[in-house]
């Protein structure tokens, strides 16, 4: 939703702003940067929230978002 909003170079900005000043683990960082790629290229598709949710939980199911397994 936020690089539909904002758009693609904003959206970029924003969210590793966030990853340099909330620092993570190193995988957990990887994680966070490869989904919000995933998700920034659904939401140049455009779309309501409620499509682009949609997207983003097909895009979990179908594995193409990183998740961390449980310790």
Same mark, same amino acid.
């Given at each position: 939703m936020l690089?539909? @909003?904002?758009g693609i170079i904003a959206a970029i *900005?924003? !969210?590793m702003a966030h990853e340099d000043t909330q620092p993570n683990p190193l995988g957990e960082r990887e994680? @966070?940067?490869?989904?919000n790629r995933v998700g920034m290229k $659904?939401? $140049?598709m455009g779309? !309501? @929230?409620i499509q682009l949710s949609?997207?983003?939980y097909s895009a979990l199911k179908?594995?193409?978002l990183k998740v $961390?397994? *449980? *310790?």
């Open positions: 690089s539909r @909003d904002v *900005k924003i !969210t994680m @966070d940067e490869h989904n $659904l939401g $140049l779309g !309501t @929230d949609e997207q983003s179908g594995q193409q $961390l397994e *449980k *310790k």
